[in-house]
């Protein structure tokens, strides 16, 4: 183990360039976003033509699920302590299976919301991430 | 002791991440980009945020067809399970029966999804199916093309026939691993056949059983090839599921945006109900 101890953890580093690449790629996007009379459409297809049909939003909605899975590595390299635990729903977790109960339910609670309330989208998303913060600490 | 950490083997994985890629996430990340956009075909899309999830929550013909999936998946469950468990305690161990068995079993297996539903769309029919021709002459009503229930009865059966082969020989293969020590000591015991079956076989085939009724649950729930080889969806939307329906407006209407709304939520019900039995069952194995 005198090796590991060894090894000067630069955690922030890791920290910086994850946030770095997530801001260089999102600044990207939006650069090659269209502008129509002096405004950006943020809905556009941001490749005219393109059978993927990337959008702005939807380009940010996985760059931000990489981004997550990143930020799960750099946490792991700074504090090493993804082992399982018991939390209260009575069987074991470790931090992965933690952020995959929190994207499906985040899934879940935006879907719900769209079907039983039907507007204000953002407050499903304010919703889920107290959700995924209680996963978190409690299961 | 020094630990050597080497992250190299990490390159290791690279092939299966590439071929997952191109196989799954870029696939799922259009389906993304589609469900939130309208398109008249082209290439040529237009922002329709999250109407076609609302349209899809709101519709009777998405709830009626999740509910045909799950009952369809919980009478296969409850039928292919046990009979899988019974013909494999039933199996020989030892002897020329086994290939015979093995071989036998793995047959309606072998036989592609659709032929299987051509085959029993034959089968089925009054006039020249065996099944069909036989009931009819027996003076019993049968008719899977305009009766509802005939419909079930023969999507139900010819999946029982193609499918539970697979959970007699995960059974079988988790029967044969277990020792002889364990007969021998529930022998001396006295304990009776089903204190075996209760003690020693099931808990031996807990793994398998697991496996067999997570990819039982993940195929029938995602059927679509044989349902829509015999009665196609019919009579009516009797036998819609929710594949089905998917197809039906993925390339019958073509309208792409609903189509992926669907597929989405589809998805994500069946990585939500098989992410629940894998935990429970693994849960409750770690327990025992």
């Known amino acids: 183990m005198a090796a590991v101890s060894q090894r000067p953890n630069r955690w922030p580093v890791a920290l910086v360039i994850v946030l770095a690449v997530y801001a260089a790629i999102a600044g990207l996007l939006v650069s090659v976003l269209p502008v129509k009379d002096g405004v950006r459409d943020w809905f556009a297809p941001l490749v005219r033509g393109g059978w993927m049909a990337w959008t702005f939003p939807t380009a940010m909605f996985f760059l931000t699920i990489f981004l997550l899975l990143a930020l799960m590595a750099v946490w792991e390299y700074a504090r090493p302590g993804g082992n399982p635990r018991v939390g209260i729903l009575r069987f074991e977790t470790t931090r992965g299976d933690r952020l995959f ?20 989208q953002w407050w499903a998303l304010a919703l889920s991430l107290v959700y995924a913060f209680g996963v978190f600490k409690l299961v | ?78 039928i292919e399970i046990p009979l899988g468990i019974l013909i494999a305690l039933n199996m020989p161990k030892k002897g020329l029966g086994v290939p015979f068995c093995l071989v036998f079993m793995s047959l309606p297996l072998l036989i592609p999804w659709n032929v299987v539903g051509t085959i029993w769309q034959v ?121 089905i329906d998917l197809v039906k407006t993925a390339i019958g209407q073509f309208d792409l945006g609903p189509a992926a709304a669907l597929s989405i939520i589809y998805f994500l019900i069946i990585l939500l109900l098989s992410w629940i039995f894998y935990t429970v069952m693994t849960n409750s194995d770690a327990e025992n």
């Not at chain 2, 099931?202 to 729930?221: C, E, G, N, T």
């Open chain 2, 123 to 243: 089968f089925g029919r009054v006039d020249i199916g065996l099944l069909g021709y036989t009931l009819a002459a027996l003076g019993i009503p049968y008719n899977y093309v305009n009766n509802v229930f005939d419909a079930w009865i023969t999507l139900i059966v010819m999946d029982i026939w193609h499918w539970t082969s697979l959970v007699v020989l995960l059974c079988y293969a988790g029967l044969v691993s277990i020792p002889d020590a364990y007969y021998q000591a529930a022998s001396i015991d006295g304990a009776s056949r089903w204190a075996v079956f209760r003690y020693i076989q099931l808990p031996k085939m807990k793994r398998v059983l697991l496996i067999a009724f997570l990819l039982r649950f993940m195929d029938s729930f995602m059927i679509y090839t044989e349902p829509f080889v015999v009665t196609g969806g019919g009579p009516g939307n009797a036998t819609t599921f929710l594949s």
């Open chain 1, 101 to 120: 109960i929190s994207l499906l339910g985040s899934a879940f609670i935006n879907l719900a919301w769209l079907g039983l309330v039907g507007t204000g």
């Open chain 2, 1 to 78: 002791m020094e630990k050597t950490w080497n992250n190299k083997a990490w390159f290791m994985v690279l092939p299966v991440l590439v071929l997952v890629a191109f196989s799954a996430v870029i696939p799922l990340m259009t389906v993304v980009n589609y469900s939130v956009q309208d398109t008249f075909g082209n290439n040529e899309f237009f922002w329709a945020g999250t109407d076609w999830f609302t349209d899809v929550l709101e519709s009777d013909r998405f709830w009626d067809a999740l509910t045909r999936n799950l009952i369809f998946s919980a009478i296969i469950l409850a």
